[in-house]
């Protein structure tokens, strides 16, 4: 994929919300996550192409939610390159016992989202990325439950991703190799949610998979 005139778009929730402002400051419009990291990486080495990094995700989403906003936040911008990470609320919500969370929605709605994008922009690479969790913090009281929905939603973002055409990027094992280096809370300070070491070591898995497939971003 050549990198001129391309826009790269990140969807997902608060993981890649990163804090990001709601404005056009380009000191915060990517937030402070991996999708910046990414950005800050690509669109150093390919300044000439000036390609487009753009930030939609919402703190709090579930595929659902994803679905329910995506004319205005995906489709109308019409990205070349499309990544999504979602799924640890889908399952935050089940293992509170929220009534939000009373059906499982995930795959559901996810694949909903990816059948209109698909129909809708064709031509739009996709980018899906493996949900994650380690044992502490928030999943630690409930750790077999967190595992086992979580592990239901990393077999079905993969077969989703074979389904459709996507590049999957796994996440979980990277994980799990840096908490031999250094304990859980240091890579995801909840469990779910990366500190600047876990975003680092997610930016870093996104290129290493993106950027070694056919949807690589060139000059």
């Given at each position: 994929m050549s990198a001129k005139g391309t826009t790269i778009l990140f969807q997902g929730d608060s993981i890649?919300?990163?804090g990001r402002s709601r404005n056009d400051d380009p000191n915060h419009f990517l937030g402070h996550?991996?999708?910046?990291?990414?950005?800050?990486?690509?669109?150093?080495?390919?300044?000439?192409?000036?390609?487009?990094?753009?930030n939609r995700g919402v703190s709090g989403d579930r595929a659902s939610d994803l679905y329910a906003r995506w004319n205005e936040d995906c489709i109308s911008h019409r990205p070349d390159l499309l990544s999504i990470l979602v799924g640890v609320n889908d399952a935050w919500r089940s293992m509170n016992g929220e009534p939000s969370g009373v059906t499982d929605r995930f795959e559901r709605a996810?694949?909903?989202?990816?059948?209109?994008?698909?129909?809708?922009?064709?031509?739009?690479?996709?980018?899906?990325c493996e949900p994650f969790i380690l044992r502490t913090g928030a999943t630690e009281e409930k750790w077999e439950q967190w595992q086992e929905r979580v592990g239901q939603y990393q077999e079905a973002t993969k077969a989703l991703a074979a389904e459709f055409g996507a590049v999957f990027v796994p996440l979980q094992d990277a994980l799990n190799q840096a908490e031999e280096r250094a304990e859980a809370a240091y890579w995801l300070w909840d469990g779910v949610h990366p500190t600047a070491a876990g975003h680092e070591l997610i930016a870093?898995?996104?290129?290493?998979?993106v950027q070694g497939s056919p949807l690589a971003i060139r000059s």
């Open positions: 890649t919300d990163g996550g991996y999708a910046y990291i990414i950005a800050a990486r690509l669109g150093q080495e390919l300044a000439d192409q000036q390609p487009v990094f753009l996810y694949r909903h989202l990816l059948q209109e994008t698909r129909e809708v922009l064709p031509e739009t690479g996709l980018v899906l870093g898995r996104w290129l290493e998979v």
